[in-house]
């Protein structure tokens, strides 16, 4: 057969080529992958020193930031405002992504536009693009821009496709200029949801609620179909409300009448460039380089040629903040996010790390006054409580605490501020949602319809309660019950003993409803309006300090940015004018719920048992 087919030392010549080629491809391919796996090692180890290094190079807001004369402060550009300063070390979704963007806290924000008005090198202030904030964030940061209007250097706004939220901030420049092919929204509010209810009845989930207050609305998506009539109720007198606020302030700082800006906003919602100046939303349409010779004739320096303006933003600008650090300790406290059992994330507020925080500042003999600053809706009433009981014990020991509410101190926020000294909040905050509610599910009907059989059993009437393959009895439900009751009366006492007030009266104003900050000042829940940096005054007052030394919890130094965090969300905003925005359809769409997905995550607390509010308003 070798005959046949070929000569034999051709064969074997052909065999021996065919191993050696099998060998030389073995010996590449484990050369390539050692390369490889050595190349990665090498990049990982390198990226870790560098970490190291930068790490251990201090606080980058304490880097020197040189600003040169004739520079533009610019606020926008997709900069992120949260009352917490950043912290945490990277992850790898940051990695992956690409971070979240520049952020910085709003009392540096707040600080550097002051710190802006004494400057030499800044010229003025330009608001372009959007500013990822909250409205009670916005409404303290146009105070600060009204004050350093008050230096003399002009406030400007350039604004393209100008959302609501950003016109509200964008408002009170003058001049405010919008692009020739622009567009500016004031529109009004409104507030919708999914209601998951018959969803998940056809799907065989059942969902079963205790609460107490007929105005707790937050288990309505799972169990229904749509807002109940309470609902509806609170939230129109919610909406009411901050439009009320939106619209008595752009109606001021534009110098339009309060009636003629109603009737403006009735004609459309929507207005093109040449409208809005027509109704004097804003001072004049233009092109960006026409933009560009009007910020220069204002003083800003030219760059690039003559073709655009120096300028610096304010996350980077915000480093050259520097806290005070004379006289009495004060802390001011972040609680932001939602309230969950244990530790938590930066994401939201772990029960046991801020009442670690709390703690450890009650064994702080420097420590003269403490802010506790809110912007939550609430969540695990247990960790609520642990979170309460640090509050009451710093008061105890003679150490005063002022409460400064954000856009949404509700609920379980609500809570574990009730026993401070003073509470203060933003004309638009929501805040009350005195209420308890349990929400557990069971997928009994769902594994009826899927033939899933489920057995054991059991040694205990109640071994088995609330197991997730089966329905809880009337009877189950009536003992939860009696604990949802229990958390209530213990919520109202908290409420009353702090507010000095009875507990019918508490009772009359809780229900689970939320109020808009003035109202909760009539209900006696709120003592005076004001944003964070009043909370600091009034605490400072309290403490009986003439200067005050104000350090942050958690601070910058608690896990500091380093230089991977920068690689990843850059060292700046993108420059003004040539941002590009985000038109990733399916990632907008994960943006728009992932509030809603992050609120189901958040529902860890041990008991099942929940003081959650609803969301902060948005002017969108």
Same mark, same amino acid.
């Given at each position: 057969m070798l005959a046949e087919t070929g000569r034999p030392d051709t064969l074997l010549s052909n065999t021996i080529n065919q191993t050696a080629m099998k060998e030389f491809l073995r010996?590449?391919?484990?050369?390539?992958?050692?390369?490889?796996?050595?190349?990665?090692?090498?990049?990982?180890?390198?990226?870790?020193?560098?970490?190291?290094?930068?790490?251990?190079?201090?606080?980058?807001?304490?880097?020197?930031?040189?600003?040169?004369?004739?520079?533009?402060?610019?606020?926008?550009g997709g900069l992120r405002i949260t009352d917490t300063p950043e912290f945490g070390e990277p992850s790898l979704g940051d990695l992956l992504s690409g971070g979240e963007g520049p952020r910085v806290d709003l009392l540096r924000a707040l600080e550097a536009i002051d710190l802006a008005a004494k400057d030499r090198n800044i010229v003025g202030i330009l608001l372009a693009g959007e500013l990822d904030v909250g409205m009670a964030q916005a409404s303290e940061i146009r105070g600060a821009l009204t004050a350093f209007a008050k230096s003399g250097k002009p406030v400007v706004a350039w604004v393209e496709n100008c959302s609501q939220g950003q016109y509200y901030l964008a408002s009170v420049a003058k001049p405010v200029y919008v692009h020739r092919a622009g567009e500016i929204e004031l529109k009004g509010l409104a507030s919708f949801g999914p209601y998951f209810g018959e969803t998940l009845q056809r799907a065989g989930i059942g969902v079963q609620v205790t609460r107490v207050g007929k105005y707790k609305s937050a288990v309505e998506p799972f169990i229904t179909a749509g807002m109940s009539d309470a609902s509806k109720e609170q939230e129109t007198a919610l909406l009411r409300g901050a439009w009320a606020r939106i619209l008595a302030e752009v109606s001021s700082s534009r110098g339009i009448a309060a009636a003629s800006l109603v009737r403006t906003v009735d004609q459309g919602g929507v207005f093109g460039a040449e409208r809005a100046v027509e109704l004097k939303l804003a001072?004049?349409?233009?092109?960006?380089?026409?933009?560009?010779?009007?910020?220069?004739?204002?003083?800003?320096?030219?760059?690039?040629?003559?073709?655009?303006?120096?300028?610096?933003?304010?996350?980077?600008?915000?480093?050259?903040?520097?806290?005070?650090?004379?006289?009495?300790?004060?802390?001011?406290?972040?609680?932001?996010?939602?309230?969950?059992?244990?530790?938590?994330?930066?994401?939201?507020?772990?029960?046991?790390?801020?009442?670690?925080?709390?703690?450890?500042?009650?064994?702080?003999?420097?420590?003269?006054?403490?802010?506790?600053?809110?912007?939550?809706?609430?969540?695990?009433?247990?960790?609520?409580?642990?979170?309460?009981?640090?509050?009451?014990?710093?008061?105890?020991?003679?150490?005063?605490?002022?409460?400064?509410?954000?856009?949404? =101190? =509700?609920?379980?926020?609500?809570?574990?501020?009730?026993?401070?000294?003073k509470i203060i909040a933003d004309r638009i905050t929501i805040t009350g949602s005195i209420g308890v509610f349990g929400l557990h599910f069971n997928y009994e009907q769902l594994a009826k319809k899927v033939g899933l059989a489920t057995d054991g059993v059991k040694v205990g009437a109640y071994a088995d309660l609330f197991s997730s393959h089966r329905a809880a009895t009337p009877k189950e439900m009536a003992v939860v019950q009696t604990l949802v009751d229990e958390v209530y009366e213990d919520f109202l006492k908290v409420v009353a003993d702090g507010r000095k007030m009875k507990r019918d009266a508490v009772h009359a104003v809780a229900q689970g409803r939320v109020w808009l900050s003035p109202d909760a000042r009539q209900a006696g829940?709120?003592?005076?309006?004001?944003?964070?940096?009043?909370?600091?005054?009034?605490?400072?007052?309290?403490?009986?300090?003439?200067?005050?030394?104000?350090?942050?919890?958690?601070?910058?130094?608690?896990?500091?940015?380093?230089?991977?965090?920068?690689?990843?969300?850059?060292?700046?905003?993108?420059?003004?004018?040539?941002?590009?925005?985000?038109?990733?359809?399916?990632?907008?769409?994960?943006?728009?719920?992932?509030?809603?997905?992050?609120?189901?995550?958040?529902?860890?607390?041990?008991?099942?048992?929940?003081?959650?509010?609803?969301?902060?308003?948005?002017?969108?």
């Open positions: 010996q590449l391919a484990a050369s390539t992958l050692g390369t490889v796996l050595a190349g990665l090692a090498l990049s990982f180890g390198a990226t870790v020193l560098l970490v190291a290094m930068v790490g251990s190079a201090g606080d980058p807001a304490e880097m020197p930031v040189h600003v040169r004369p004739k520079t533009m402060l610019v606020i926008g001072d004049e349409a233009l092109h960006r380089d026409e933009a560009v010779a009007k910020l220069v004739e204002l003083g800003a320096a030219t760059a690039d040629g003559g073709t655009a303006f120096r300028q610096i933003s304010l996350g980077r600008y915000a480093r050259k903040v520097r806290l005070p650090t004379q006289g009495g300790k004060i802390a001011v406290v972040y609680a932001e996010g939602e309230i969950v059992d244990g530790w938590g994330d930066p994401a939201n507020v772990g029960g046991d790390r801020l009442a670690h925080h709390l703690r450890q500042l009650r064994g702080d003999e420097d420590l003269k006054a403490v802010v506790l600053r809110v912007n939550s809706p609430g969540g695990s009433a247990f960790a609520s409580d642990v979170v309460a009981r640090e509050v009451s014990l710093l008061r105890a020991k003679g150490v005063p605490v002022v409460a400064s509410f954000g856009d949404v =101190a =509700a609920s379980g926020g609500y809570y574990i501020a009730a026993g401070a000294d829940l709120v003592d005076a309006f004001g944003g964070l940096r009043a909370a600091v005054a009034e605490a400072q007052k309290l403490a009986k300090l003439d200067r005050a030394a104000v350090v942050q919890v958690p601070s910058l130094h608690e896990g500091r940015q380093n230089l991977l965090e920068q690689l990843l969300s850059g060292d700046d905003e993108d420059p003004v004018f040539t941002r590009s925005g985000d038109a990733d359809p399916l990632r907008g769409l994960l943006k728009a719920n992932a509030g809603l997905l992050r609120s189901v995550r958040s529902l860890n607390d041990p008991k099942g048992v929940y003081l959650r509010g609803p969301g902060k308003i948005e002017a969108r």
